[in-house]
């Protein structure tokens, strides 16, 4: 058993972009990297939790001393969040794709004289928002959420905090000219019962740290 203060505390974080495949070589996907998922979970196996890190393909390495759950879609990623239950926390850290291709092909889709593909959408699950609504017996006791806003940041953020259903948000600022999406700095607002705390810019795995140390504050 790791020692520290979240030591005998399992949290499953989600991590990195999803790919919704399209036929079996081609997908959409997001330029989410994983950096501040991964760096969650290595801040809080730092602290000594047990962490099931259910990830995308995420373009850095993955932490070490996790469970690794590595992930395509984002049904896959619902399914590996539930089959990881029960937990103390959940992170839900993953830019998770909002929808996939309801007629993905079977066989690679091919060039025809008859025209151009026609891709149809299907609303994947909202793996946050299924998690926060579970019965107390088997919800986590911090859900932790994030949203990623251009505008009005702390009021959306409150917003989506109300409609997930979870306990905290962390919130950011990706518009363009913050550098943020992709780089390795962050400046969040963190959303609790109580409030709106605006953080400093500091760099991703500062940003995870003191999440960590307010998530071991939390679940003493
Ligand atoms: O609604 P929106 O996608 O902006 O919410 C972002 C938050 O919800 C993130 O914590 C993200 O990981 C989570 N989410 C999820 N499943 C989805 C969509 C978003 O867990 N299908």
């Known amino acids: ?68 759950v590595k992930v395509e879609t984002a049904q896959q990623m619902k399914d590996a969040v539930m089959a990881a239950l029960p937990a103390q926390s959940a992170v839900f850290a993953a830019a998770v794709a909002d929808w996939r291709v309801a007629n993905a092909g079977t066989q690679k889709i091919k060039k025809t004289a008859g025209g151009l593909p026609a891709l149809e959408f299907a609303e994947n699950p909202d793996i946050l928002a299924t998690v926060s609504s579970l019965d107390a017996a088997m919800r986590p006791a911090l859900v932790v959420g994030f949203a990623a806003e251009t505008q009005d940041v702390t009021e959306l953020a409150r917003e989506k905090r109300a409609r997930k259903g979870c306990d905290w948000i962390v919130a950011n600022d990706v518009s363009d000219g913050t550098g943020i999406m992709g780089g390795t700095e962050n400046a969040v ?32």
Request: aromatic share 4%.
């Open 1 to 68: 058993f790791a020692s520290g203060p979240l030591s005998g505390k399992h949290i499953i974080v989600t991590s990195g972009p999803t790919h919704e495949p399209i036929d079996p070589v081609r997908y959409i996907a997001n330029r989410s990297s994983g950096a501040q998922g991964t760096a969650i979970a290595q801040a809080l196996v730092a602290l000594g939790a047990q962490v099931t890190f259910v990830t995308g393909p995420a373009s850095v390495p993955p932490p070490t001393g996790v469970t690794l």
């Open 189 to 220: 607002t963190l959303i609790t019962a109580k409030g709106a705390e605006d953080w400093p810019r500091m760099a991703k795995a500062a940003v995870a740290q003191r999440l960590a140390q307010r998530m071991a504050e939390a679940l003493g």
